[in-house]
Each structure stands twice: as C-alpha cells, then as structure tokens.
C-alpha cells in the first residue's frame, strides 16, 4: 500500500472523539475538496509487516483507515491481516466507493453526490458531513441510516472559524436528528 502517514493520536472527531487512535493515512484521493485538510498526495510503499512493525509500537488496537481517499487502495485482504492480529478498524470515507465489509466501523463524510451514498454503502455508524457557513444542509433522509448524523463546520486549516461555527449551530438547533462536531484535535493542537 502507499502510505501517506502513521501517527498515534486521539480520535478528534465524531462519534469517538477522544479514543486512542493509531491514524493510517493513505495516499490519494478522487475528489479534490477546496476545504481539504490534508497533504495526501506524497507516499511511501509499505507491505502489510512494514505497516505492523510501526503500529505493533503503540499501546493501541484501533485503527483508523482515513486519506486522501482510504477505499481506494484498503480491501478485504489487507483488513483480515490485521484482525487476525487483533486489531479493530474504523475508516473515514468520503462515500464514493464501497467499504469493505470487514470494516467494524464506518465514519462516512460526504461531499458530493449525496444521493448515490445509500446504494454503495446501505449502513454506516455515522455521518458527519463538513458545512461551510451558508451551505444547505442536505435533506437527512439521503443519507444512508447511521447511529448519528454530525455536522462539521470547516476550520480555517487548523483554525475555528467563528462564523461557519455559529451557522452550524443554527442548523443543528432547527433540525435536531442532527449534532454538532468540532475538529478537536485542532483546538487542543494534538495531531
Ligand atoms: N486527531 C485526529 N483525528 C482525526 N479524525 C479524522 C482525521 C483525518 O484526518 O481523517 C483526524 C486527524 O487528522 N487527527
Ligand atoms: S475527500 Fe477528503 S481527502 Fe479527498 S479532497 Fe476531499 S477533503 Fe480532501
Ligand atoms: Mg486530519
């Protein structure tokens, strides 16, 4: 696989803010978001031990899977191996491509065709989806059915931006099947 980075954090987002975390970045996308956070482009080939020798380091059994575009490159094959070793594994997708089914939990952040979510993944633990101070919040109902629906206001890279914050806020105070989700790693300046 190519990997972009490997770092041991807290999950900063969601659902599970504030897990313990050993964050697998993979190289590449197929959007390319205006918003994008993330230097993905760079990467180094790594084998399925090459990737274990450095994770095996951290007190931790979780993985997230997040990119650039993690579906691109993560299959079944490469999750078994893990799991057999007694890993779990989250993904953070942009819903463009199927997941693999091995998958224990599915953070799905969308940003575009919403409506063709539902058909390449039926199920997922949450979505959070980025909102941008003026943006409409998309119809609930076209999302796949999640534990949670979450709404991200877009920082300024790694800076809250006041204003995108306080648009969100109205958004999930009118419609309440959704919540609210800072980047919170950020303010507490963690990786
Ligand atoms: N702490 C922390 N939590 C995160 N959750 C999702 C991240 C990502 O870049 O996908 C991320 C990240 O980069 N850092
Ligand atoms: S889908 Fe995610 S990683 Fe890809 S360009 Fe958009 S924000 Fe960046
Ligand atoms: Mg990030």
């Not at 633990?125 to 979450?150: H, S, T, W």
């Amino acid at each position: 696989m190519t990997v972009n980075e490997i770092f041991y954090s807290l999950q900063g987002e969601g659902g599970r803010v504030g897990e313990p975390s050993i964050f697998i970045r993979l190289t590449k996308c197929n959007l390319a978001c205006s918003f994008c956070d993330t230097d993905f482009a760079d990467g180094d080939d790594m084998s399925l031990d090459d990737i274990l020798n450095v994770i095996s380091k951290f007190p931790c059994k979780w993985i997230i899977w997040t990119g650039g575009e993690p579906t691109l490159q993560l299959k079944n094959d490469h999750l078994a191996f893990f799991k057999e070793r007694g890993y779990k594994q989250a993904i953070e997708t942009n819903g463009t491509k199927p997941v693999p089914s091995l998958i224990d939990y599915i953070t799905c952040s969308p940003k575009v065709n919403y409506s063709r979510i539902k058909e390449l993944i039926p199920r997922v633990n949450e979505i959070r989806i980025p909102l941008l101070n003026g943006d409409v919040l998309p119809d609930i109902d076209i999302f796949p059915v999640a534990d949670k629906y979450f709404v991200s206001p877009v920082f300024d890279g790694d800076k809250p931006n006041t204003e995108n914050i306080n648009y969100c806020v109205e958004q999930v105070k009118a419609d309440t099947r959704w919540t609210l989700s800072l980047q919170v790693h950020k303010l507490i300046h963690i990786e």
